[in-house]
């Protein structure tokens, strides 16, 4: 993850120690988290991509970068979306500068993206953004800019997943994406994928960091192979990887 190195303090029950473009790196009850957060003012400049203008998936960020240059835009922030399948083919609905990619996926299945409920992530630029079950989703005639699908639906109308336990061994690297109640703002969270010990969070933990921030609903993403990049160099080298989609922000080189 590209963090700039200067430090700022904060003191409280959390503890803020960088703030850039929007980024952050928050340590709350003994986790270190990563966060982007987008303002109402910049909800247009976020956009979701998985196919690449030849219709292939991007892949990564390395790929990101190259079809964005290719265009004379740099990533300014960036963040793997919801859970894939071979392909990278994203496992359920993935919606791309309004046009729909993938369909909704209600289907059964084992693993962390069928864990009902799962849910949805979306943004209209003018009713804003959301997490909604995705069974809810497909009955309420949302047509939005942009969307991904995932599980579980970690926090629901205030309401934490109820199968999740707050003394569960199961710590992993964890990324989700969620938005405050009271102002609209998305809020992008990672925990940090370089402490082996604060990095590594329970689904319980993470969920009651974004009850932290004033979230009400919140989405899972992905687990170990999650990334993010905040205002990476030019000439920065990414790790190849594997995703679906990214999220992400950009700007004239």
Not at 101 to 130: H, R, S
């Amino acid at each position: 993850m590209t963090l700039p190195r200067w430090l700022l303090t904060l003191f409280g029950c959390a503890t803020i120690t960088s703030h850039l473009h929007g980024a952050e790196t928050v340590d709350y009850e003994g986790a270190r988290y990563h966060l982007y957060r987008v303002d109402k003012a910049d909800w247009a400049r976020l956009q979701l991509a998985w196919l690449g203008d030849n219709g292939q998936p991007l892949g990564d960020f390395n790929g990101l970068r190259r079809q964005l240059a290719s265009r004379q835009k740099q990533i300014i922030f960036a963040t793997n979306a919801g859970i894939y399948e071979r392909g990278p083919k994203p496992c359920g609905l993935t919606i791309c500068a309004s046009k729909e990619l993938v369909p909704l996926n209600l289907q059964p299945g084992e693993g962390n993206f069928f864990l009902k409920p799962n849910g949805i992530f979306y943004l209209d630029d003018t009713a804003g953004p959301g997490v909604m079950e995705a069974a809810e989703f497909a009955k309420s005639g949302l047509k939005p800019r942009l969307a991904t699908q995932s599980g579980p639906l970690m926090l629901r109308q205030g309401v934490i997943h109820p199968a999740f336990r707050v003394n569960s061994p199961n710590k992993r690297l964890r990324n989700a994406v969620s938005m405050r109640k009271k102002d609209g703002q998305i809020i992008f969270a990672m925990s940090d994928r370089d402490d082996s010990v604060k990095g590594r969070v329970t689904f319980h933990q993470f969920t009651r960091f974004f009850q932290h921030l004033g979230c009400e609903d919140a989405l899972y993403l992905d687990g170990d192979i999650s990334n993010m990049l905040i205002d990476p160099k030019p000439d920065a080298k990414f790790t190849p990887n594997t995703f679906a989609g990214m999220f992400f922000v950009a700007e004239p080189q």
